[in-house]
């Protein structure tokens, strides 16, 4: 039996989250170009703890409001929302990568958000800079890093957006009311 890994995603109070939506629906439209497909989310993280309902329980990512990647709380995460939704992959991990999935986020600690890239997604833009992450860039590229199988991987991790992320398989487990 594997170790399960999930993730948080939300859409924000801040004045940023309806123009990540809008970029992410916008670069929708590049892949599938007749079926318009308004994004849910605006942002997405990652929990690094073993108990994700423990509003205690570690998560890591990336805000632009938290100057860039850092470690936060399940329940800081939901605070700061305006909706939620708290998902688990269908694919498991050995706990050796799981293990490293936490080692891994660990070095990517107080790495500046990657602003100009997330503009860039909109226009399709390759400004892919591992010195800076958005949010569902940092997430892509630490379960790529632990050697996750997830669909869309023909993508470079520049690439994803939180809307793109909801496609992996997974299963909501916890959410506010949408």
């Given at each position: 039996?594997?170790?399960?890994i999930?993730?948080?995603?939300?859409n924000?109070?801040?004045p940023?989250?309806?123009?990540?939506?809008?970029?992410t629906?916008?670069?929708s439209?590049?892949?599938?170009p007749?079926?318009?497909?308004?994004?849910?989310?605006?942002?997405?993280?990652l929990?690094?703890g073993?108990d994700?309902?423990?509003?205690n329980?570690?998560?890591?990512?990336?805000?632009?409001?938290?100057g860039?990647v850092?470690?936060?709380?399940?329940?800081?995460?939901?605070?700061?929302?305006?909706?939620?939704?708290?998902?688990?992959?269908?694919?498991?991990?050995?706990?050796?990568?799981f293990?490293?999935?936490n080692?891994?986020?660990?070095?990517q600690?107080?790495?500046?958000?990657?602003?100009m890239?997330i503009?860039?997604?909109?226009?399709?833009?390759?400004?892919?800079?591992?010195?800076?992450?958005?949010?569902?860039?940092?997430?892509a590229?630490?379960?790529?890093?632990?050697g996750?199988?997830?669909?869309?991987?023909?993508h470079?991790?520049?690439t994803?957006?939180?809307q793109?992320?909801?496609?992996?398989?997974?299963?909501?487990?916890?959410?506010?009311v949408?």
């Amino acid at each position: 039996m594997g170790v399960p890994i999930y993730l948080l995603y939300s859409n924000s109070k801040m004045p940023l989250s309806p123009i990540i939506r809008g970029v992410t629906t916008f670069q929708s439209l590049k892949w599938k170009p007749f079926s318009i497909t308004i994004a849910k989310y605006s942002h997405i993280a990652l929990v690094l703890g073993d108990d994700p309902l423990d509003p205690n329980c570690r998560i890591i990512e990336s805000t632009l409001s938290g100057g860039g990647v850092r470690f936060s709380t399940v329940g800081a995460f939901k605070k700061r929302a305006k909706n939620w939704e708290m998902t688990r992959l269908r694919e498991e991990v050995s706990l050796e990568q799981f293990l490293l999935l936490n080692k891994a986020a660990a070095g990517q600690l107080f790495k500046p958000y990657d602003l100009m890239g997330i503009i860039g997604l909109g226009f399709g833009r390759n400004w892919e800079d591992p010195t800076d992450w958005w949010c569902s860039e940092l997430v892509a590229y630490l379960l790529k890093y632990i050697g996750m199988l997830l669909n869309g991987w023909g993508h470079k991790v520049n690439t994803y957006a939180p809307q793109m992320c909801c496609k992996w398989p997974q299963d909501v487990v916890d959410c506010s009311v949408f």
